[in-house]
C-alpha cells in the first residue's frame, strides 16, 4: 500500500468551512468592540473639549463657540477632531451656545460620528452624535452621521458608561 502525505482536497474544505464559521461568528461581536472604543475616544475628546472651554471661560468670562471652519481667531486653536489627526479621528467636534443660552452662559459642545472632515466610513447608528455641555449634562442623539436625531434619557444613559 501506498504511504500518501498531505491533506486530501476533502480535508481542506472541512477546514476552510470551520473557519468560515467561526470568523463569521466572531466578526460582529470584534465590530461592536471597534464602534465601542471609538465611542470612547469621542467621549474622551469631549472633556478634553470642555476643558480648555473652562480655561478659557476663566480668563474671558464667556465660553468660544468652534467649528472646522471656524473664522473666529480666539476658535482657531480649538481641536475640531477626535484622535491623533483629522483623518485618523472617528468623530468632528464643534461648539454652540446652548439651546435657549448665550455663550456667557453656557456652551454645548457636540462629536458627530464619520463626518467628511474625518474618518468617513465610521458610523455609530446606536448612539449617534454625542454631547457634553457645559452643566455637565451628557447626551446622544442617535441617528445618521452627522444628523441630529431625537436626544434621549435612554440613548444617554446607554451612549455614556
Not at 476658535?75 to 443660552?101: F, I, M, N, T
Not at 447608528?125 to 455641555?133: K, R
Request: with cysteine.
Amino acid at each position: 500500500m501506498k504511504n500518501i502525505n498531505g491533506f486530501t482536497l476533502i480535508e481542506m474544505l472541512i477546514v476552510l468551512a470551520v473557519l468560515a464559521i467561526v470568523a463569521g461568528l466572531g466578526y460582529p461581536s470584534y465590530a461592536g468592540h471597534v464602534v465601542r472604543a471609538k465611542r470612547i475616544e469621542g467621549q474622551l475628546a469631549l472633556v478634553e473639549a470642555m476643558q480648555r472651554q473652562e480655561r478659557y471661560f476663566a480668563l474671558h468670562n464667556t465660553y468660544v463657540a468652534f467649528a472646522a471652519d471656524e473664522a473666529d481667531p480666539a476658535a482657531q486653536d480649538a481641536v475640531w477632531w477626535s484622535g491623533a489627526r483629522p483623518a485618523a479621528s472617528a468623530y468632528e467636534l464643534d461648539g454652540h451656545a446652548c439651546p435657549g443660552s448665550t455663550l456667557a452662559e453656557c456652551v454645548e459642545i457636540r462629536a458627530r460620528p464619520g463626518t467628511d472632515r474625518v474618518d468617513g466610513h465610521f458610523r455609530d447608528p446606536a448612539c449617534g452624535a454625542l454631547t457634553l455641555d457645559s452643566a455637565g449634562r451628557q447626551g446622544a442623539r442617535a441617528g445618521q452621521a452627522g444628523q441630529d436625531g431625537q436626544a434621549g434619557a435612554p440613548v444617554a444613559a446607554r451612549c455614556w458608561p
